[in-house]
């Protein structure tokens, strides 16, 4: 088989090293002998394109870029991703994506933006005043069952404060950090075979384990690969040791 593994905005929602998930997920099949390919999902390409793809990757970005991606996100490729999402299609959505996929956002003033109602969720901006949530995280995941008690590591920075609604689950607790909210000690969510977090840095690399439970949906048990250097090297080291 051949992975396709959709990368929406790319040249847009990238922050933070999170171009570094993709690469994890193509190496990992490919340290298997399992063909895979990362497909750029721009502004301006088809929505064709996504529907052929077996997972996806959406990233974080800065305001203007957020803007950009989000009204193409909402309008064109947010329902195809929607209806990937419910048939069971892994995807990794982290930090701007995470809010995107959401029921809305509130800002400080003006109205709630809209989000693409893939996850039960709500995030809000806490004001002017209001502490932006910045700095090392550690937590240990609680969803899914298979991956319940690994402790994970990353790097959050985001001001919005995301609440889970009742048809959520938590990804995991926190440890040190803030992850959510700051407030009610969860991080990320999960939903069918989705995971959304504000986890950067990137996340995957720091933690393959998350990486290979998201292939296996698409490639069934995945045979095990050494991962001492990933999990023994200090955080920003962890990824280019690989790799490069």
Known sequence: MNVKIAWLYPDLMSTYGDRGNVIVLQKRCLWRGIPAEVVLVTLETGVAKLRNCDMIFMGGAQDRQQKLAGEDFLKNK?????EMVESG???LFVCAAYQFVGRYYKPYQGENI????????????????????????????VNPPELSGTIIVGFENH???????????????????????????WEGAVYKNSIGSYFHGPILPKNPVIADWLLEKVTGPLKPLDDVRELTLPPRTRFWGRIF
């Open 89 to 91: 299609i892994p995807a």
């Open 78 to 82: 947010g329902p195809v991703v929607k």
């Open 114 to 141: 809209p989000g693409a109602g893939i996850f039960d969720l709500v995030t809000e901006h806490p004001g002017d005043q209001g502490k932006r949530m910045i700095g090392n995280v550690t937590a240990r995941i």
């Open 159 to 185: 001001g919005g404060r995301t609440h889970l609604g009742p048809m959520m689950k938590p990804f995991a607790k926190v440890i040190k950090g803030n992850g959510n909210n700051g407030d009610d000690g």
